[in-house]
């Protein structure tokens, strides 16, 4: 029997076996498929995520990049290609890769989800027990990569986290990663652990650690569709205030939230959701705790209906939720912020019926909602 | 008796990370040398820690300090029986996989045939430089289906820089193809070293090989060889393969009888087996020139081969040249034909022996 690790704690188990599977957490399924574990909370026996690399010996498309590894010519999943091919390479999937597409039956018309089922599973990769094994090796049997991570996860021990509450993923976990050319994508294990951790980078100073310049977060502005939504001063005052995201011995490094399967700010199947269209709205930020989190949301009051489909004129937001980590704690409570998404009614199976905007389903990759769909601070 | 190709990685069900270490192998298992072994697995102490993986992984290494890897060796017998095999034909005993420990198998081949797929624009600087080699190398006649690539270039753990390119040649005529390619072809990316480079080389890295040579003697034959250069900077490294109709010997067709330590002259009369792991010299006129004292000889039976388990000792002779090789010198029994001896250098069990400082193959040069 192979022994699967997960969230820092050895099981020799099935993987089958129900357990948590944490959001940035890599798998690999028995097609070679590379997979991000793309949520906290998941279906039954299945896992949501986002096919990072993909073999392309069934499909393969020339609008993504291609990528050598594991010894196989793999296609690098990039949502930011153009939308056309890449509902082409979507469609493609779907026919070649069938049973990892996952139709939610808790929404009444199901967004395009990602979802391995268990019995698919090649092998999990476990940031935490990846870190700690890393951290376990004598520092002169590290290369340049290896020992800034080291040295940055010591610097971060001394925020008083525990080693077993972080982790290392990406392609240093999996280990493709090019020395000065990688980043440090470290996963912090709980929220509260996270912005507690926040508030120690804010305050303390390593001579090694940097945070982005004006000038980086201008580069980083211009990509993708971030230029299109906000206004370049105030998106980058905000971004700022971010200490998830900086340099650490000239690498960069993101730190990323992971929840705890007892503090997920929903459970998987115990509310179903209803389309009620696309929407953009503005409102006022009352929480941002969970905002840290990939899917993330902001609790919301006095939210105001702005343009979109009239059905949705008179309902009342209460939250937006979003599975772009770009959106990860950009607004604070009582910013005003302005939201444009799909408007789903949420109907818990106990409590109050209400209502949401989600931003960020992969089905809104291959059409205009794209570029349409986004949250952003607006000037007090 | 089975064929699987050498220089082949094969991970297994427990962790290892393996390397093939012959194309011949008897049934049910396959002859490798351990290449990562899990730090929870076993005490590495003495040997190099690598982060592979998610995993903390020791390198096992043949040439760690001799009493460290003893005690190594020792706990792996101990705590993994099953990946040793103690043989009935050569009484000696081998790192091996069993079958049913086989989790993945890394095909060279395949690997390279993908990645000559990868656009070159999607290529970084080390995976460009080894497209070069590639198109150098298929310039001497041999096919790219005929190559394979393996180690860190084929699982994708290779750093730019620093990682060798390895290459496997399939086929030991079109490894001497290639290397005989290699003799006179030019690519303003290649560099030998100069014999000035291999005695700094041979000054800077001290072995227990190279302290059979003087200076002189190894910069003499190392110069000559083909299966080790610089493309743009970055090392290569050429390992030619037998195909499963072409190995020069099959397990189990002859038996071995181990007779101690001993060195042997004689002449190079075929060096076309020496390119491969594992690899021979044909000789005649092969005369016992030391021995261990308990070592009985029967004159009347030749001499007539030099076995190499060993990479420094690949290509070292051709043929009309005298050598001189000490290692453990065995009777041949062959089910059909007539008993010979033969000299064999590299046996795992020497690494942990006084054989180890003890064994060499020298050409007159």
Sequence with gaps: MLIYLIGGKRNLLNPTFKMHYYESSMITTKEGIHCQVYGNQHPDGKILVKPKYIPTDKISSDSLPYRFISGRKMNRLNLWTDKDKLKIYFDDFAKAYSKYIFKSPIHDTSPLFFAVPKEDIERAYSPSEGLAELMSIPTKDMDEHLKAIAEFASFLLKSGIKLKDLGITYSTLMGHYSPNMSDINIVVYGKKKFWDLMEFLEKNSHKDLRWKTYGEWEDFYKKRNRHMIHKKEIYIENMYRKKSEGFFKENLFVIFAVENDDEAWFKWGEESYRNMRVAKFKGKVMGNKNSVVRPGCYEITDAKFISGDESCKVLSISKVVFYSRDYCMIAYPNEKIEFSGVVEEVIPQIGETYYRVVIGYFDAYLDKRRDEEYIKVLED | MVHFYESELVDTIDGFQCKSYSNQHPTGYVIVKPKYIPKEALKGEGLKYRFLFEKCMVRFNLFAKKDKLINYVKQFREKFPDYIYDCPITKNWYFVVPESKIKTVHDGRKGLQE????????????????????????????????????????????????????????GKDNGWKILDYLKTAKHKQLHWKTDKEWAEYYQEHKTSESSHFTEEEYVRHMGRKRYEGMFGGTVFTLFTVEGPNETWFEWG?????????????????????????????????GEVVDKEDNAQIDPSIPIKRVVTYSIPFVQQALKGEEITACGLFELVTPKSGEKYYRVVVGYFDAYISDRREKEFIKSNL
């Design chain 2, 115 to 170: 990645f000559l797929k990868v656009p070159k624009r999607d290529l970084d600087e080390y995976l460009t430089l080894l497209s070069e080699l590639i198109e150098f190398l298929i310039k001497s006649g041999v096919d790219d289906k005929n190559l394979g690539i393996m180690h860190s270039t084929l699982l994708g753990n290779y750093t730019p820089g620093t990682s060798d390119m390895d290459i496997i040649i399939y």
């Design chain 2, 253 to 285: 067709e002859e038996k071995y009888d181990p007779l101690g330590t001993v060195t042997i002259k004689g002449k190079v009369t075929d060096h076309y087996n020496s390119h491969v792991r594992p690899g021979y010299y044909e000789i005649t006129d």
